[in-house]
């Protein structure tokens, strides 16, 4: 547990808040604060830590040895929004990365996940990435995923404890509740370079994101390493909304580009050149047809959920903790089994930019 | 002039420093405070104000109607550095854009400019761009210039005065004293804005910085507007060194050329892609293969003197004002009547990024 004197200075500090949300009254931790990650959250009897930050290997031949002193997993890493999964009260909720309970994941949980897991480990926590082009967050989804949502367990957490059960024990649970899980590609050393090399050249090609290194042993060390086509990808889809996220995003995702390339032996080709430039340049031009279009530079949001209330939470949700961005609801309509949520994000750093560009303004830069 | 009550206050606040160079002392404002802007200097007896901000414009036509009431001068944007050049204790000086007595502009300002004009105006500056491959502080040059620098004359102002001499004024002085001065492209109105279209586009095609648009009235409105050319060769030159400037630096560069090539109907094409991606690519490409072979990431500079005292000089202020920036001072030599100074600015933040990606480091973000 986390002690009450720590809890009551990050009240104070404005670290943790109080939420109330879908009966359930909490407190969570909305910035790191001592030891403590973000999105740790406190209900009543019970801690769920936050899911803690796995740094980036920018150079995996160095990278790997460095980080790592004994085998390692290495499974994929999908490229979605980052939940966890518990029971509490007796209802199966899902907690976002920043320790909000999500209403879509939590709605939509039951369709991938087998509850029994739930009943019979009460005092356990599913990690999983929730990745698929209708979903509420991001903009992006894997190619591989067509339509809806997918969910993928990486990770098992305990009440009330920091940290992870091994590998071992969580690949039994997975098996035994039959759980979707994250890809695990097998077991490695630091040797094995020239396969994991391989590997991370065919996620390429395929267009993945990349992959987590888990190291198997008590000390549990971690990194990521991720590929040229995911970082470019990054660039293409939020080239529309530029403003919106720290210029670092897109400088750092370049020199991440440069570095795989580097050590992939991938030489810069006038493709290569022309694919960075055309996912800065058509995500702009877009947004400026969408301004002459109708006065906005927008993102439309389509998904499916089991409950209208659900929908109705969600867009409250957005609503509430979404920044420089307008959330308006567009369509709730029932779909066969589901309700169908549309709606949009509307830009506003983006739109009142452009709006002051193209009407003439001035800018000292 | 400057009341003394706000000169103490800057000096409290440190928005003013006393500065002692080349048997001068003075006190130099290092940020815009209050109504004075960044750059001006106070001498004993004289204030020689800074330079003014100018506002660029984005889109030629609205921005045009937007700015400008009345007539504008259109004159050529040359990339250089900027400086105000004037006489004081019977030395002709040059002061940089931040206020500080530059050795090197200071030691060549009588190779380009009749000292005449000073010895017969002693009261007025001229404000002129610096331009050329050997120059000691950017790395950018006009193609058409092919060795040493050129002085550009665009304005002209008064001791003790904010504010501009008017165009015919300084046009007299320009022809009287044959002065170098910026291409001037003629006076036009906003209903010019086809002509005006027309040579922006040839400026882009001849690989030409862009155009400051002035006023000809008592209100002196002003507006600067830029090539689609400069803002990519801005991003291909500064690419090495990615961490020295903000993020956004290459943001609102992107976001400039895709302005420019709607406004100006340019189409998308594969060509323009590429040329986007390999300005970024190809930059840290080099910087990655420099500190492979040397441990650094580096900008060899070569500039001519006439004398030895004046390179130690400017060697001595780059110490002193770099920031993130190791000069090294690799050979001054006599080449005919020149001293030829050649050093080095070592980019400390992208050395030290690259030696821990490529050591294997972490990076969280």
Redesign the interface.
Known sequence: MIELELVKEAVRLRKARSESFLDFEYLRFSDDFKEIPRGTVLFQDTVIWGYP?I?????L???????FRNPFWVEEKIDGYNVRILLQKDKVIALSRGGYICPFTTDRVDDFINFKFFEENPDLILCAEVAGPENPYIEESPPFIKEDIRFFVFDVMRKNQAGFLSHTEKMKLIEKYNLPAVTVFGKYTTDDLKTLKELLFQLNTEKREGVVFKEDSPEHRR?KYITSYANLNDIKITALN??QL???????R??R???F??EEGIK?T?H???????A???G??TA?EQFKKEHRVYRRFSCRFKTKENALALIELLHRTSRHIQVIEKELKKEGDYWRLTFDKVFLNMTG?LGH?????????
């Open positions: 930050h740094g980036r290997i920018f150079i031949e160095k990278g790997l040895k460095e980080q990194a530029m403003l720290p210029a670092e995003y897109y400088t750092n370049i020199m580009i440069v570095l390339m580097e810069a006038q290569l050149y022309s694919e960075l430039g055309k800065f340049i058509e702009l031009m400026i930019l560009l193209l009407s003439g303004g001035l800018v000292f830069d």
